[in-house]
């Protein structure tokens, strides 16, 4: 029966019978149950017995399986529904897309690699003169990084009534906030996030990098480049800093920002080539261009995808 203990606790799975040629105790049948043995037989046994008997095992265990899958399809389906009603609650804190701002037009794409996202962007006036604008890639995937989304959106009204002109001169002030926001939280998560504060008065962006990569690319009548940065993601460390760089606007100029999604979905070519393919693509003048030029589908890949663009109209 010691033996048989073992047997049954290692095939959690397979029947399990204990045949002897002693009695069947009432001491035995208690601990057969208690192990978890489907059946006690007493031996010898004729060929009939061990055919019926083995035939309602196999029987009894075809139902429970049939049971259990019912139980796991009917919990996936909840999972499922969840998931959509999170996903219609993300997509609402979405910014209008597109969506114009004073002369600029800002339009961004995301297409996650599950229900829910861990990509993020959102774009909005802070005062008549300023705005901001952001992506944001969470990492890891699903419904706990699709949370802390909810945070950065809560950042972006906050940022509305509780920003200082310091702030609007130096954005990396911003990412600093976030970050002690996020470690104060006990969230197991980081953020890489590309900011950009625009001013209106005078067609300037001041933009910080809080790790993320690829860089954001700026388009003008010289072509396309990186705009090249550096800076911890959000919520790991404790002491940050970013240094902000300006770009002039002028008619006509574009800022295009991917997430690191968009390099994974890109088969058969080294970095250098992406990060070509991801310039020629941002001098298209349409999101439906730029999609077209990186060669990628409306289909889910195995990282989130995602693209915002701000464009300074003639």
Same mark, same amino acid.
């Given at each position: ?31 057969? @149950?208690?192990?978890?043995? &489907?059946d ?6 004729? =060929?009939?017995?061990?055919h019926?008997?083995? &035939?309602?095992?196999l ?20 999972l ?13 804190? @979405?910014?209008p ?34 705005? =901001? ?28 009534r ?6 609007i ?6 990412? =600093? ?5 996020l ?7 980081h ?12 067609? &300037? ?41 300006t770009?002039s ?5 574009? @800022? ?15 970095l250098?080539q992406k ?8 001098e298209?003048n349409?999101?439906d261009?730029?999609?077209?030029a990186?060669?990628?589908?409306? &289909? ?8 915002l ?6």
């Open positions: 029966m010691d033996w048989a203990e073992s047997l049954a606790g290692a095939n959690r799975r397979v029947p399990v019978v204990f045949a002897a040629t002693v009695a069947a105790t009432e001491k035995i049948l208690l601990k057969a @149950l208690r192990i978890g043995l &489907t006690v037989w007493a031996l010898p046994a004729t =060929a009939d017995f061990v019926e008997r083995v &035939t309602g095992i029987e009894r265990a075809r139902l429970a399986q049939g049971q259990a899958e019912a139980h796991l399809r009917e919990h996936v389906m909840e499922q529904r969840d998931q959509r009603a999170g996903r219609y609650i993300q997509m609402g804190m @979405l910014p897309n597109p969506m114009a701002i004073d002369r600029y037009r800002l339009q961004h794409r995301i297409i996650p690699s599950l229900i829910l996202s861990g990509d993020f962007v959102d774009y909005f006036r802070i005062t008549d003169r300023y705005f =901001a604008l952001y992506v944001a890639d969470v990492s890891g995937h699903g419904a706990s990084s699709a949370f802390v989304t909810v945070l950065l959106k809560n950042f972006s009204r906050r940022l509305r509780e920003y200082r002109a310091s702030m001169e130096e954005p990396g002030e911003i990412l =600093a906030w976030i970050n002690r926001e470690l104060d939280q006990k969230i197991d998560k953020v890489v996030m590309i900011m950009a504060i625009g001013d209106l008065e005078n067609d &300037t962006l001041r933009i910080v990098n809080a790790g993320h990569f690829p860089p954001a690319i700026f388009v003008d009548e010289d072509g396309a480049r990186f705009i090249e940065q550096r800076g911890k993601p959000i919520g790991l460390f404790e002491d940050v800093s970013y240094q902000a760089k770009i606007l002028s008619s006509g100029a574009q @800022l295009v920002m991917f997430s690191d999604g968009i390099l994974d979905a890109m088969k058969d070519m080294d250098d990060e070509l393919l991801l310039l020629a693509a941002a298209k349409s999101m261009g730029i999609w077209r990186l060669k990628l589908q409306e &289909t889910p890949s195995r990282d989130d995808m995602t693209c663009t701000l464009v300074r109209e003639n």
